[in-house]
C-alpha cells in the first residue's frame, strides 16, 4: 500500500533554532515529492523534488531528495515565529497525491 | 478508523450530467474540507465545514455546491460543469478548524473529467 510517512507529528522549538523535518514515502510510480506549508487554509507549495541529490532552496528553506532511500528532508534555519505551521509531504504518483498526515511546528518567541 | 474515504475514485461526466462527490471520515474530526489540485499545482482550497456548517467559500462558482448531511459526511453536488474543471478533486478533515489543525488527514482523492 503506498505511504506517505512524516516525523516528528509534532515539534516545538525557540525562535532562531534550526528544525530538520522527515518524510519517507513508498508509492508505486512515484512521480515526485512535494512540501507544503499549511496554515488555517490551503497548504502552500513550498518545493517539488524529482531528482534525488539535488537540494532545492528557497530562502531558509531548503530540501533534498533521497531516492535511493526514498525519503526528503525540509530544513528550515534560523526559525521565526511566522514558520509555525503545518509542513504537508506529499508523493505524485501517476493518478494521485498522497500525502503525509503533517508535521505541526510551533515557533516559540 | 482513521481514513477519509472519497467516492468515486475516477468520473467521467459530460457538460450538462449532474454528479456528487462524497467524502466519508468516522474519526470525530469536526472540520472538513474540499480542495481542487490541477496538474502539477499545489491543492487549491474550495470550501471549509466546520461544525457542519460553511465557514469559508473560495470564490468558488456556483456549479459546485457542498453539503454536510452531517459531522461525518461531506458532499460535493456538480452541475454543468466545464472542461477546465477536470482536476483531482481532495477532500481532507482535521479535528478542528480553528487550531492548527495537527493531523490533517486527506482522502486519496476522485479524479475528475468533464468531456
Known amino acids: 500500500e503506498d505511504k506517505v510517512v512524516q516525523s516528528p507529528l509534532s515539534l516545538v522549538v525557540h525562535e532562531g533554532d534550526t528544525v530538520t523535518l522527515n518524510c519517507s514515502y513508498e508509492?508505486?510510480?512515484?512521480?515526485?515529492l512535494l512540501w507544503y506549508k499549511q496554515e488555517k487554509k490551503a497548504p502552500t507549495f513550498l518545493f517539488m523534488l524529482?531528482?534525488?541529490?539535488i537540494e532545492k532552496k528557497s530562502g531558509r528553506l531548503s530540501s533534498i531528495l533521497d531516492k535511493k532511500e526514498l525519503f526528503s528532508i525540509l530544513n528550515i534555519t534560523a526559525t521565526q515565529t511566522g514558520d509555525s505551521a503545518i509542513y504537508l509531504c506529499?508523493?505524485?504518483?501517476?493518478?494521485?497525491?498522497?500525502f503525509g498526515k503533517g508535521t505541526r511546528l510551533h515557533i516559540l518567541p | 478508523d482513521t481514513e477519509v474515504t472519497q467516492t468515486p475514485k475516477h468520473l467521467v461526466m459530460g457538460m450538462t450530467n449532474k454528479k456528487s462527490l462524497k467524502c466519508e471520515q468516522h474519526m470525530g474530526h469536526r472540520a472538513m474540507y474540499w480542495y481542487k489540485q490541477k496538474a502539477k499545482k499545489p491543492p487549491e482550497l474550495m470550501f471549509v465545514?466546520?461544525?457542519?456548517?460553511?465557514?469559508i467559500n473560495e470564490s468558488v462558482p456556483s456549479r459546485f455546491s457542498p453539503e454536510c448531511p452531517n459531522s461525518s459526511l461531506l458532499n460535493l453536488h456538480l452541475h454543468a460543469l466545464q472542461p477546465e474543471d477536470s482536476a483531482l478533486y481532495l477532500c481532507?478533515?482535521?479535528?478542528?478548524?480553528?487550531?492548527?489543525?495537527?493531523?490533517?488527514?486527506f482522502g486519496s482523492g476522485t479524479r475528475l473529467t468533464v468531456v
Open positions: 508509492v508505486t510510480n512515484f512521480r515526485s
Open positions: 465545514y466546520s461544525y457542519e456548517k460553511l465557514s
Open positions: 524529482t531528482s534525488s541529490g
Open positions: 506529499a508523493s505524485n504518483r501517476d493518478d494521485k497525491i498522497i
Open positions: 481532507a478533515s482535521s479535528q478542528d478548524q480553528d487550531t492548527l489543525g495537527y493531523g490533517y488527514t
